[in-house]
């Protein structure tokens, strides 16, 4: 395993053994927080779909070239660890723990498989990236298209962006109080987010330190 690789390990196993330990009724809560956010990447998923679908699929599946999926170039928040495995069932995630030892293409992200991404809910960087050219394809192709995509957009950071509270940065605070620290943890790590975090009054926690 390579650095990437063992710090997604170090979070996947961080946050599935802190879920176990939680009580049903814990997990039931969590998972009702974050129906909003599973809501919206429905809608995203729908946007992409109608209007992404056929020129990711031309461009990027058929001819196995995936250039999105590059390797180790994925920013994962912990945030989107702990929703995965909300969603996720014991195959997912053991797929997932066989990516990051042994993936299946040495030279692209270590979660892509034979039929794509092996998350359940992948990392919200990943939802909202669309390469220059089937972005300038389609939004000069289609009215309205590009407003849709600031739309959706703008909401997106209403989960991430720590100007305000917002889901991404509850979930990393929630489990530094329950005791976990991962460096994916980037809203209560990163300087710039937590400068954001603390212009916007929001308490921070102490930054991270490593486990
Ligand atoms: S996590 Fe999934 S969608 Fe994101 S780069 Fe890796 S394989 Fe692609």
């Not at 031309?58 to 495995?85: E, H, M, P, Q």
């Not at 014991?90 to 293409?105: H, N, S, T, W």
């Not at 009215?143 to 889901?167: H, I, M, N, S, Y």
């Amino acid at each position: 395993m390579n650095e990437y690789q063992s710090e997604q390990w170090d979070a996947l196993l961080l946050a599935r053994q802190l879920l176990t330990r939680m009580s049903a009724e814990e997990g039931d809560r969590l998972k009702k927080q974050i129906l909003p956010y599973l809501e919206f990447r429905g809608r995203v998923e729908q946007f992409l779909d109608a209007h992404f679908g056929a020129h990711c699929t031309r461009s990027c599946y058929t001819n196995r070239r995936s250039a999105c999926c590059s390797k180790d170039g994925i920013i994962v928040f912990w945030a989107d660890v702990v929703i995965n495995l909300l969603c996720a069932d014991e195959d997912q995630v053991a797929d997932m723990q066989q990516a990051l030892r042994k993936p299946f293409y040495e030279s692209k992200c270590t979660y892509l498989g034979a039929q794509g991404c092996r998350w359940r809910v992948r990392p919200l960087v990943c939802a909202m990236f669309l390469c220059d050219p089937v972005r300038e394809t389609v939004f000069q192709a289609e009215d309205g298209v590009e407003a849709q995509w600031k739309t959706l957009q703008q909401r997106a950071q209403d989960f991430r962006w720590p100007d305000k509270p917002v889901l991404f940065d509850y979930l990393e605070t929630y489990f530094m109080e329950l005791g976990g620290r991962s460096s994916l943890m980037h809203i209560n790590g990163s300087p710039g987010l937590l400068r954001i975090k603390r212009q916007a009054g929001l308490c921070a926690p102490k930054p991270h330190q490593k486990p």
